[in-house]
Each structure stands twice: as structure tokens, then as C-alpha cells.
């Protein structure tokens, strides 16, 4: 499966779809303005659900918000996500205080707790939707995040591994999903996690 154009895109909303505001394990709000210091990535690795959990438990980790990056459509919705014709992956955004936890050690969890190297998939979740992306914010972030793909994808060769897929480039846009998937497997315990790593373990940095 490819990326579909912008024609083939749903046409999307001018205003953001509904969503909450208060995160339900942090008890911060999901919205901007964050505390001065600290920094925002955007990780996409299958979906969101099992993700926003894993970096929420994360110490240094502010907050973090479900959402769709990567794509064409402004403002879409879950439905039209699935569809594979936003363009959209499914993502988290993390804000975090680099004096408590660095950049690289969310990275290193980032590549170890999913398989990057499936392309349009994550284990059964199959689709564009479900692609492993990482988007930065500063050219700094930028510059970390390529080093620790080169770094993992090392690791992976010597393990006889595939070959890292995961999109890796500056945010352009972050759309919040819907209120019930924010801290979805807060409210759910029992809920969906395809989390699956791939097994190997690399040190980045």
C-alpha cells in the first residue's frame, strides 16, 4: 500500500474535532501552553491506545494526547483515519522535560517496544494508519532521531532483522483524536495493546 494524494483525501473540517482537556492519569491538559523548558515529539507506532500508555508511564513525561500526523486531510476524524485516506498515521504526542528524561531514552524505548520495520502495518493492525513515524519539532530532535535509526538499525542487521521503515521528518501538523480515545486504556484496562516489539535492544546515543 502506498500513500494516497491529497485528491483522493477526504476534504476534512476547518475546526477541530471534540476532545477532552484533562489528561486522566496527569491531571494536566492535553492543550498548549506546556511548562518553559519543556519539548514536544510525536511518535507513531501502531495504534495509539497501547503507545499513549507506554509513554505516559514514562518518568520526565508531562503529558501525552492520541492524535493523527502525517497526512493530507485537515482535522480528521478516527473514521476517516481508517479509511487510509487521510494520509494520517496514528500517533502520540509526548511532552517532556529533557532535564528529567533525554530525548534519547524515549527514543530507545520508541524503537524497542514496536517492530519498525513492517512498512504499512504493525503486527495485524494493517494500513497506512498504522505506519511507524517519528516527528520532530527542532532540528536538533531531528538530527538525535535519524542517528538513533541508523544506531538501531545496526542492531537489527546483527540480529538478522529487517530493514527500518519508520518515517522520520519534522511535525506539520498534530490533530487530537476524539475524547474517548485520549488515555483510552486508563478508562479501558482491558482494551487492545498491539505493542510487540521485535525483541532487540540497542543503546542510543
Not at 485537515?74 to 530525548?103: A, M, S, W
Amino acid at each position: 500500500m502506498t500513500l494516497l494524494t491529497k485528491k483522493s483525501a477526504p476534504e476534512g473540517r476547518h475546526t477541530p474535532i471534540e476532545t477532552s482537556d484533562l489528561h486522566t492519569i496527569t491531571g494536566h491538559s492535553i492543550h498548549p501552553p506546556y511548562p518553559e523548558g519543556h519539548e514536544e515529539i510525536v511518535f507513531g507506532m501502531g495504534c495509539f491506545w497501547g503507545v499513549e500508555r507506554l509513554f505516559w508511564q514514562q518518568p520526565g513525561v508531562y503529558v501525552t494526547a492520541a492524535g493523527y500526523a502525517g497526512g493530507t486531510t485537515p482535522n480528521p476524524t478516527y473514521k476517516e483515519t481508517c479509511t487510509g485516506l487521510t494520509g494520517h498515521t496514528e500517533v502520540v504526542r509526548v511532552i517532556f522535560d529533557p532535564k528529567q528524561v533525554p530525548l534519547e531514552t524515549l527514543l530507545q524505548i520508541f524503537w524497542e517496544q514496536h517492530d519498525p520495520t513492517q512498512g504499512n502495518r504493525q503486527g495485524n493492525d494493517i494500513g497506512s494508519q498504522y505506519r511507524s513515524a517519528i516527528f520532530t519539532t527542532t532540528d536538533a530532535q531531528l538530527a538525535v532521531a535519524r542517528q538513533s535509526a541508523e544506531a538501531f538499525q545496526q542492531a537489527l542487521t546483527q540480529a538478522g532483522k529487517g530493514t527500518i521503515t519508520t518515517e522520520i521528518r519534522p511535525l506539520d501538523v498534530f490533530y487530537y483524536a476524539e475524547a474517548y480515545h485520549q488515555q483510552y486504556l486508563d478508562k479501558n484496562p482491558g482494551g487492545y495493546c498491539g505493542l510487540k516489539g521485535t525483541g532487540v535492544t540497542c543503546a542510543i546515543g
